[in-house]
């Protein structure tokens, strides 16, 4: 008995661990020379990869500052949940990365807009140094109801 529930347990541990069929999403927009992929989902969990308040198409910011950039984060993350048949209330956890703490509220507040209910959990941490001048970059999981 004892050894059945140890393969049992077995068992379940690499089926939860490496079982799942991984599919990759890429923005078919973005150049192809950037090595990653825009959404890696593994069974019914979606990582996503950090986004900038790019410019849908390519890689250039939109103007407006920190709120501007937050609001085309989450527009961008609807367009990629959308192509792995999810949306941004299957999101459950995000990482926000800030040029300027100063700017905490700025991007609160626009952040706030996209989760008028339940929120996901959330980091928010001061970084020097983001993609392409960015002043933030957010990184969300997801999982699908």
Do not use: W
Request: glycine share 12%; with cysteine.
């Amino acid at each position: 008995m004892h050894r059945l529930l140890i393969l049992a347990v077995a068992a379940a541990t690499v089926s939860a661990c490496g079982g799942e069929k991984r599919s990759y999403d890429r923005d078919p927009s973005l150049p192809d020379n950037l090595p990653f992929s825009s959404a890696v989902v593994v069974g019914d969990t979606i990582y996503l990869s950090g986004e900038i308040g790019r410019k849908p198409g390519g890689t250039s910011i939109v103007e407006g500052g920190v709120g501007a950039e937050t609001r085309q984060i989450f527009e961008n993350y609807k367009t990629t949940l959308a192509r792995v048949g999810a949306d941004l209330s299957d999101i459950v956890k995000c990482t926000v990365f800030l040029d300027d703490m100063s700017k905490f509220a700025e991007m609160n507040e626009a952040y706030a807009e996209f989760f008028p209910g339940d929120k996901p959990a959330r980091s928010t941490l001061g970084a020097d140094g983001l993609a392409v001048g960015a002043g933030l970059e957010i990184e969300c999981l997801a999982v699908k109801k």
